[in-house]
C-alpha cells in the first residue's frame, strides 16, 4: 500500500476509540524496550521520528503459543509486539486491568529502525494494579 494512502486511511479509521477509558500506565518507573516484529507494519515516515509517542499495549487474544503476546498499537493499528520474556510478565496484569492500557513509547535509536517502548516494571504494575482496586500478581 503507498505510504500516501496509508496515511490517508489512518486518518480515516486509525483512532476509532477514544483512549479515555483504559488504564495510563505512562506515570509508573519503566524501561524502555525494542518493539519485536514490526517489519512490515510501519512505514518511514514513522521510523525517522525519534520523538515520544503514545502506544496502547493490547494482550493478545491468539491461541496456542500466541495466546499471550501482547500487541503495542500506534494509531488504531498494531505496529509490532513485545518481547516473550516482556509479553509473558505483562499479559496477566494487563488483562486484569481490562487487556489493554496506554503507554510512553519513542523512536529508533540512531543506527536502527526499531521503535522503542517504555514499560512498566513488575513492582510498578503491581502497585498500580492495588492503587486501582484491581489484583494483579
Given at each position: 500500500?503507498?505510504?500516501?494512502?496509508?496515511?490517508?486511511?489512518?486518518?480515516?479509521?486509525?483512532?476509532?476509540?477514544?483512549?479515555?477509558?483504559?488504564?495510563?500506565?505512562?506515570?509508573?518507573?519503566?524501561?524502555?524496550?525494542?518493539?519485536?516484529?514490526t517489519y512490515y507494519v510501519v512505514?518511514?515516515?514513522?521510523?525517522?521520528?525519534?520523538?515520544?509517542?503514545?502506544?496502547?499495549?493490547?494482550?493478545?487474544?491468539?491461541?496456542?503459543?500466541?495466546?499471550?503476546?501482547?500487541?503495542?498499537?500506534?494509531?488504531?493499528?498494531?505496529?509490532?509486539?513485545?518481547?516473550?520474556?516482556?509479553?509473558?510478565?505483562?499479559?496477566?496484569?494487563?488483562?486484569?486491568?481490562?487487556g489493554a492500557a496506554i503507554v510512553n513509547g519513542a523512536g529508533p535509536?540512531?543506527?536502527?529502525?526499531?521503535?522503542?517502548?517504555?514499560?512498566?516494571?513488575?513492582?510498578?504494575?503491581?502497585?498500580?494494579?492495588?492503587?486501582?482496586?484491581?489484583?494483579?500478581?
Amino acid at each position: 500500500m503507498p505510504t500516501w494512502l496509508e496515511h490517508l486511511c489512518h486518518s480515516l479509521i486509525g483512532r476509532t476509540r477514544s483512549h479515555d477509558d483504559l488504564p495510563d500506565l505512562r506515570v509508573l518507573s519503566t524501561s524502555r524496550e525494542d518493539v519485536a516484529r514490526t517489519y512490515y507494519v510501519v512505514d518511514d515516515p514513522e521510523r525517522r521520528s525519534r520523538d515520544d509517542r503514545l502506544y496502547v499495549l493490547r494482550v493478545g487474544r491468539g491461541h496456542g503459543s500466541r495466546a499471550h503476546d501482547v500487541a503495542v498499537h500506534s494509531h488504531g493499528r498494531v505496529i509490532g509486539f513485545l518481547s516473550k520474556g516482556s509479553a509473558a510478565m505483562l499479559a496477566e496484569p494487563l488483562a486484569r486491568l481490562g487487556g489493554a492500557a496506554i503507554v510512553n513509547g519513542a523512536g529508533p535509536r540512531p543506527g536502527t529502525t526499531r521503535l522503542r517502548v517504555d514499560l512498566p516494571t513488575a513492582e510498578a504494575m503491581r502497585s498500580f494494579a492495588s492503587r486501582s482496586g484491581r489484583s494483579a500478581r
